[in-house]
């Protein structure tokens, strides 16, 4: 069976609004959180987030188009557009057809929904927006990808939680390698930073209050860390069955070798505390990829931040890994992006092409006290220099739902 291949990429997140910027800050350890600009979060228990700062929508789309989309969808086409310009793929009537857009969003424009409620209450239904239903619905960042770019192949978007980017790219691979596309703009994006966004996960319990001191936090997998900072953003991969790649003379990156999904069957929000669904959902990925472990170089982990969380994946590594597990270096870059929801996984994908590409690995910055029941290597602080051919990203989302994307250096 052919290999599926990655040929383009594109990002705009709290490091930065292309690829490059955004991997030369997470490689220095550079942290995206700081204080929330988008609204005053004086009335929240929550005022700092990870955003994406000086993002102009009217570079990328028209600004009459801007203004009818919501912001998970603007940032959405951005990353599709440097996706797509940086892959070489032109679309054309005739291979528009073959080509998927698989944009995922975990939530949708929940501020589009949420002002639209207070509009509704305030100034009567007649000032809802007539543009309200594609600016909420998850699925509008792909159709409108997919409008702006003429792409007419199968187009819908995976929502499964903070799972929704990494299934959404595996979903788009198990077509390629089925045949019913030859390439495909997959990823997701989330803009999540709005009053009721910020006051419900923190209702959950998940979210860090470190409001006055935010410079070290979040602290994934260190004893001390008090929960996740939101993130928002968009990453888009263009994927291509290698064939058709290597017929028009792509520039190859590296390889989506395989995919692994499971759920938890637990709990609403809870991962399982021994970590068995994130433990074979690696399992999956690898076999999918006919890699063994010792192939296994790096681990992209999903690392919010939250007790339960870091604690239960830490169980799921060593579970998958056995005492391998301690010699496999472990990242979550979540401690600089904060956590962009379904948006993440895409964006951590991204992170992984890069690690195998440029043999550097990311740290987990803010790591100061280690915590017994997570006693991994977690790349602490400062970048690693490390030959690898295989990473792993792992992506687990509430509702138990457990996506692992296998990355392999491209030959």
């Known amino acids: 069976m052919e290999k599926v291949v990655i040929t383009g990429m594109g990002t705009v997140n709290p490091l930065g609004l292309t690829v490059e910027e955004s991997w030369r800050n ?7 959180v700081g204080r929330i600009t988008h609204f ?12 994406v700062k000086n993002f102009a929508p009217e570079n990328y789309m028209d600004a009459k188009e801007a203004r009818r989309r919501d912001r998970f969808e603007q940032l959405a086409v951005a990353a599709a557009k440097d996706a797509i310009v940086s892959s070489g793929l032109e679309i054309t ?32 239904p007649r000032r809802v ?43 788009a691979f198990l077509m390629i390698k089925a045949g019913m596309i030859d390439a495909a703009l997959a990823g997701a994006t989330e ?7 910020v006051a419900a996960f923190d209702r959950v ?33 263009v994927l291509e069955r290698e064939s058709y790649a290597k017929k028009r003379g792509a520039n190859i990156l590296a390889e989506l070798a395989g995919y692994g999904a499971t759920a938890d069957a637990y709990h609403v929000t809870a991962p ?56 496999i270096p472990i990242s979550s870059t979540k401690s600089m992006t904060g956590h962009m929801m379904g948006a993440t996984g895409a ?41 690898i051919t295989l990473a792993i990203s792992n992506a687990f989302g509430f509702g138990g739902h457990n996506a692992v994307l296998a990355i392999r250096k491209y030959s």
Do not use: W
Request: glycine share 12%.
């Open 40 to 51: 005053d979060p004086s009335g929240l228990n929550v005022h700092i987030a990870a955003e």
């Open 129 to 171: 927006s007539p543009f309200l239903i594609p600016m909420l619905m998850p699925n509008g960042a792909s159709g409108m990808i997919a409008i702006d770019f003429q792409i007419k192949g199968p187009c819908f978007s995976v929502a499964s939680a903070c799972a929704s980017g990494a299934d959404g790219i595996g979903t």
């Open 26 to 32: 997470a490689v220095n350890g550079v942290s995206g």
């Open 93 to 124: 009537e005739e291979n528009s057809g073959r080509i998927g857009v698989l944009v995922s969003s975990a939530i949708g424009g929940i501020k589009s929904l949420s002002d639209a409620v207070i509009t509704n209450y305030t100034e009567g």
């Open 205 to 237: 319990g998940a979210m860090s209050r470190r409001n006055d001191d935010y410079s070290m936090t979040p602290q994934p997998f260190d004893k001390n860390r008090d929960g996740l900072v939101m993130g928002e953003g968009a990453a888009v991969l």
């Open 272 to 327: 399982h505390e021994t970590g068995a669904g994130g433990a074979a959902a690696m399992r999956m990925a690898l076999d999918s990829a006919g890699a063994n472990d010792d192939e296994l170089g790096y681990i992209n982990a999903h690392g919010t931040g939250t007790p339960l969380n870091d604690q239960s994946e830490t169980r799921a590594v060593k579970a998958a890994f056995g005492e391998r597990a301690y010699q």
């Open 191 to 197: 803009a999540t930073i709005c009053p009721v966004g």
């Open 347 to 387: 964006l951590e994908a991204i992170f992984c092409v890069q690690a195998v590409r440029e043999g550097i690995l990311p740290p987990t910055i803010h790591y100061q006290t280690p915590d017994p029941e997570c006693d991994l290597d977690y790349i602490p602080n400062q970048a690693r220099e490390k030959k």
